[in-house]
C-alpha cells in the first residue's frame, strides 16, 4: 500500500524546448507516465518567459532553433542567478562531433542525447533530474523550516533576555517586598529554619535595613522575636511545597503583612511581601465607624447584635451556656440636655458608659444601644442570680453623685433583664424583650430592675392585636352603648343616663376598662369616642321625642383625654347634637379631673365653649385625682361625681368624712353631686342624708342595652299623650 505522505508528490515541472511541434508531442507522450508535468516552449524565447514563472526541474532542449538556438538560449540561462542552477539536457539531431558536445557542456549542459534516442534512456535520465530535483526542494524546504527554527530560537532569545531584565526591574523595583529564603533539609521550624538568599530594595524598606545586614543571616538573627506562627507557615510551605497566603501583624516590624510563599526550587522558599498596614488600618476605622458608637467608644447596636446573635449561638452548641441581656435606660436623662446644654449631656453619658464598663467583666459586651440606653450582655455566667448582681452594682454605681458644671447630679436608671438561654430565633427579638422588661420596669417608678417574663411579651402582642382589633371593630360597627340610670336620690325619680360604651365580640361584650386604655395610647379613642357621642345624641335625641322626660333629665358621655384635646371637638360637639336635633342642655360630658389639671388653660377654653352652647359637664371619679375644689371654682362646669371607691367603702371613717367634704364643698360652689357605685341601700341613705342630688350604681340598675333602658324610660317617663 502506498503511503499517504508518498502521495503528497507534488508535480514536478520540467520544461520541453523545440520549435518542432512533432518533437514536443512525443516528449510529452514519453514523459507522461514519468510524474512529471511536461511544459512545452516553441522557442528560445518563450523558454525564457516560461523561465521567469516555474521551477523547472529540468530542461530538455533543441540545440538548432531559429531566432535563438539551444546554447545561447542555455548562455541565458545560466547567466541568470535564479535559473543557473537548472540542468539542462540538449536534445540534438545534428551531430556526435565533440565540437558541439564541448559546447554544449561549456555553456551548462549536464547531458546530451542525441536523436534518435532510445526512450527508455530518455526516461531514465529525465528520472534522475526530477529525482535530483525532488531531493533539492526537501532540502530547500528543510533548509527554510531550520531558518524559521533558528528565527524562533532566535526572537525567544530575545523574550527571553528581555522578560529577565524586566523580571530584574520588577524585582528591584517591585512594590512588594521579595526575599528567597534557602534552608537546611531536614531542619526543624524555628529562628535558625531558614536563611536569606535573596532579596529586594522593598524587602530591605519592610525590615528596615541595608541588604548586607539581611544576606545569609536567618530569619532568627533579622527578627529574633518574630512570633512563632510566621516560622510556622514558611516550614508548612516548605514541607509541602504547595504555596500559600499568610496575613498578620509583625509585632517586632509594626506591619500588618502579606505574605504569599511558594517553592522555587530544592530548599528554597519564596517570599512576596504585601504590606497592607494602610489598609488595615482604614478597615479599622472603618470598623469602628460602623460598629462603635463615637460619642463613647462602646459597641453600637449593631455590633452589640452582633455579639448576642454569637451568644445564642455558643448557648445552642454548649450545654448549661448561661448568659444575660441587661438593657438600661437612663430615668432622667432627657432634661440634662435641655437645662444643661448637649455639651453636658454628651459628658454625662461618656460618664455612665465608663461606670457601667466599670462593673461590667471583659468578656462581656456593653453597649450604646439608644440615646440614653445601654446594652450589656453578660457571657459564662455560673447563675441567673449573677445577672441580677452585676444589674444591682450598676445600678449602685449610677446612683453615685455626679458633678457637672457646678452641679450635683443624681442618676437612676430602669432595667430590663433576659436570662438565657432562650428560645430566640433572632437577637433583635431577644434586645426587643429585654426592652419591654426595661418599660416594665420603668413604669414602676425608675431605678428598678424587673426579669423578663413571657406574659409581658403576650401583654405586647395582646396590645398590637387589639389595636388591629379595635380598628376592624370600628369598621365593621361592633361597639354597641349600654345605658345606666342616674337617680334623683331626693325623690328615686329617673334623672338620666350615663352612656357606657361595650365592645361586641362574637357574643361576648368586652369591657371598656379592657380596651378603651389601648384605645387611648393608640388613638383610637378619638374616633370611637366620637361614634359613642353621636351615638348617644342620636338616642338620647329618640327618648326626647318618645317621652316625657323630667326637666333636669341628662344623657351623660365619657369624653378621654386624648378626644377632648381634639382642637374641634366644640364644632364636632356641636354638631352632633344638631344632626341628632337633641336639645344641648340634655347633654352631659364627662371628664376627669386629671384631664382638666393636665392643660388648664385650654381646658377652660373649651369648657367656656361647651357652656356657651348650652351642654353641661361633670367632673367623674372625682376625688382620685389631684384637682383641689377651689381651683375647680374657676371652671364653668355643674356636676360632680363621687368615686366610687370612695362611696364603696364608706363604713371607713375617712371616707365618710371626704365624701361629706365633697357634697358640702361642691354645694358652695353652686355644683350638683352625682355618687357613683351605690350598691347598698345604707349607702344611699348616708348621701341622701348628705343631700347628695343624684346616685348611680348596681343598687338602682346595671347598664342597660339600649332596649332594656327603653323599657325603663316607658316605665319612669311614660309619654301622657303616648
Ligand atoms: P365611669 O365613667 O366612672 O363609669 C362608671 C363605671 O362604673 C362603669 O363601668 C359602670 O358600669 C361602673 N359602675 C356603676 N355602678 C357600679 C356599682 O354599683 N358597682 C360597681 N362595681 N361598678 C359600678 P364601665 O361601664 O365598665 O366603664 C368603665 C369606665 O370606662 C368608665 O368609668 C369610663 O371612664 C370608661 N368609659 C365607658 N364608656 C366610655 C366612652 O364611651 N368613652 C370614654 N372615653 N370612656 C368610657
Ligand atoms: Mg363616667
Ligand atoms: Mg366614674
Redesign the pocket.
Known sequence: MVGKAECVVETIDVLAVDDEQVNLLLLSGLLRRQGVNLITARSGFDALKLLAKHDFALILMDVMMPGMDGFTTAERIRADETTRHIPIIFVTAISKEQRHVFKGYETGAVDYLIKPFEHDILKSKVQVFVELHRQRMALKQAGAALERTVDELRTSAIALSDSRSRFQSLFTSMFNGFAVLSYVEGAEPGLDFSRIAELNPAMEEIFGRPREELLNRSMGEVLPTLEECWHDFVAQVARSGKPAQFEGYMGELKRWLRISAYVPGPNLVALVAEDITARRQAEETLHERTFQDPLTGLANRALFLNRLAQAMERSRRRLNYQYAVLFLDLDSFKPINSSLGYASGDKVLCTVAERIQSIARGLDTVARCGPDEFGLILEELKTPGEALRVARRISQELAKPLEMDGHVLHFTASMGVVLGPAEYAQPEELLQDAALAMEHAHALGGGKIKVFKWPMRKRAQYALTVHQSLHNALEREEFR??Y?PIFSLADNTLAGF?????WQVADRLV???DF?PHA?QTGL?VP??AW??TE?CREAARWERDFALPKDFSI?????AK?FAQPDLVRYLARALDESGLDPARLKV?I?ETLVMQNPENVVHKLRGLREMGTKVSI??FGTGYSSLAYLQRFPINTL?V??SF??DMDAFENLIIVRTIVSLAHNLGLDVVA????TERQRDFLADLSCEYG????FS??LPQDRALEMLGVCCPNNSG
Not at 350615663?498 to 361595650?502: G, P, Q, Y
Not at 357613683?676 to 350598691?679: A, L, P, R, S
Not at 348611680?696 to 343598687?699: D, E, F, S, T, V
Open positions: 352603648l349600654h345606666q350615663e352612656a357606657l360604651i361595650r369591657s371598656p376598662n378603651i387611648e379613642i370611637i369616642g359613642a357621642l348617644a351623660a358621655v365619657n369624653l378621654s378626644q364627662e376627669t367623674d371619679d361625681k368615686d366610687r362611696v364603696s357613683e357605685g351605690i350598691e348611680q350604681g348596681y343598687l346595671r347598664p
